[in-house]
């Protein structure tokens, strides 16, 4: 087959469901139709689905249910899972597939069935967009997990971290060969996420019943811990108390999903926590909960004056990216992974404002944010250039393509 050719990429999930669809998974089944357009097909083998055909035809895939017993642990099914995709890629003409192993699980399993294929001369990559963890904490699981890493990750065609910080993990905890290694960063579309004048912003606050003339600081993400939305809340008191009109709007869902790492007990202690600081506010009115995931975003970037991101762990945060595409301007918290001065994020103090993971630092980078118009101005503009040059999805996409391609045809 020629250069010019078909990619299939076969990817590995435990299950493809409406509602498991997590960040990273909900981006690549974004990216599918315009890979389609570059010579990129994404076949997606799972253990359980409930997409129907209407929707593997709307995002350009295909799915594909491997059946297995339901007795069998989920470890073993993820290495059934793997060796389905590494079979079927086998049968393919050379040079014309790639399998992910995103959702295998790392094993010496995994490993041997990665290396055994790869001598076949069958690549595999490996997409990642977190920053791993929770570590290992004693001497032997960080021997185990160097050792096993370090084989797993060799043994792709390329790791695709999203990030130079997760980048740097693998590099230096895990010692993968930085050949090995190729970031490519997550795409977004700054023709649709842009800048929005006062026309825009005053139709946008009144499909969201939010005040025409009120300060609406935006954040972006589910009630979970991790999302750090209890330290914006606690921090809301003191901005109340300079900026008693102003709103904090909350796009997000309130209670348990199924993509969510935390246990249900955990779950429900935080969000009734979490709610009953806000009842207890004096103003509760003054948070607007969308209190479920929301199809349009874009509405809520269109309203808000300033964007705030509390998480603790991220990767490559879409929704910052998005905020900075509409000239947003954001007041950022370094959580685990947080690009270096320079990187994906810009520069602190022209792309973006950084506070501590405290609710006083948020409640003065508020304060400090929303009483200065010109700090927002400039902010917002410094950061929508960014995302025009850095971050754009045509860009992103491109190199996805040009990535696939290589590594299909073992070049």
Known sequence: MDESGPVQVIFTVDTFTRASLGGGLVRHVGYAAELQKRGVEFVWLTIESDVDEEFQKRFAIRVRVVPMSGNIPVHQKRQI??????????????????????????????????????????????????????????????????TVGRAFFNGLAQLIPQTCSIERFFRCYLNVSPSRIKVIGNGVNCARFSPAD??????????????????????????????GMDLLIRAWVTVLKVLPTARLAIAGSVGRRSTFMDTAATLDSYTADTLRLIENLPDPKSIVLSACEVENVLDYYQAADVFVFASEREGLPNVVLEAMACGLPCLLSPYEGFPENGEELGVEGRHFLKCERKEGAFADGL???????SLRASLG???????????????ILDQWAAMYHRIAKNQ
Do not use: Y
């Open 81 to 146: 899972l793997l060796h389905e995709a590494f079979r079927l890629a086998a049968d393919l003409p050379s040079g014309s597939c790639v399998v992910s192993t995103d959702s295998c699980g790392i094993s010496w399993n995994t490993t041997l069935q990665v290396w055994r294929s790869r001598l076949r001369g069958v690549p595999s990559t490996h997409n990642t967009s977190m920053m791993p963890g929770p570590l290992p904490t004693t001497i032997f699981g960080k021997l185990r997990l160097k």
């Open 198 to 227: 006062a026309k825009m912003k005053l139709a946008a606050r009144q499909r969201l019943g939010l005040p025409a003339e009120a300060p609406v600081v935006l954040s972006v993400g589910s009630l979970v811990p991790r999302k």
């Open 367 to 373: 304060v400090r944010l929303i009483g200065d118009a």
């Open 381 to 395: 503009d410094a950061a929508r250039g960014l995302m025009l040059q850095t971050q754009n999805l045509d860009t």
